[in-house]
């Protein structure tokens, strides 16, 4: 099943953005989800991850602190809660549903080898 994400747009630097990850038609059926990014001329990157059954949540340096991550099982939705956003944080983000526990091996694994990408969100960060 391919996973969507949602929620992008053009904030100011300092601003926040909540990023929406579901399965189109379906319900998110995998146990960990992981976001990425890929910014203008550079190589996609691993974000986070979650876990949900035993709640392993995984951020890379250059978003603790202001990015959370959380799943609304009700909802079959994953969130990429972003705060105090950054022109480097400007990118396509994308969700991926990982067959693996969340960590950052699985993460550095699934950027390389997954080939379900989705058309991922826009977030722009500019003044």
């Known amino acids: 099943v391919q996973l969507q994400a949602s929620g992008g747009g053009l904030v100011q630097p300092g601003g926040s953005l909540r990023l929406s990850c579901a399965a189109s038609?379906?319900?998110?059926?995998?146990?960990?989800i992981g976001w990425f990014r890929q910014a203008p001329g550079k190589e996609r990157e691993e974000v986070s991850c979650?876990?949900?059954?035993?709640?392993?949540?995984y951020y890379e340096d250059f978003v603790k602190g202001r990015f959370t991550i959380s799943r609304d099982n009700a909802k079959n939705t994953v969130y990429l809660q972003m705060n105090s956003l950054k022109p480097e944080d400007t990118a396509v983000y994308y969700c991926?549903?990982?067959?693996?526990?969340?960590?950052?091996?699985?993460?550095?694994?699934?950027?390389?080898?997954?080939?379900?990408w989705g058309q991922g969100t826009l977030v722009t960060v500019s003044s």
């Open positions: 991926a549903g990982l067959a693996a526990k969340c960590d950052l091996i699985t993460m550095r694994i699934y950027r390389g080898a997954y080939n379900k």
């Open positions: 038609g379906s319900t998110l059926d995998y146990d960990t």
């Open positions: 979650i876990t949900s059954s035993d709640g392993t949540i």
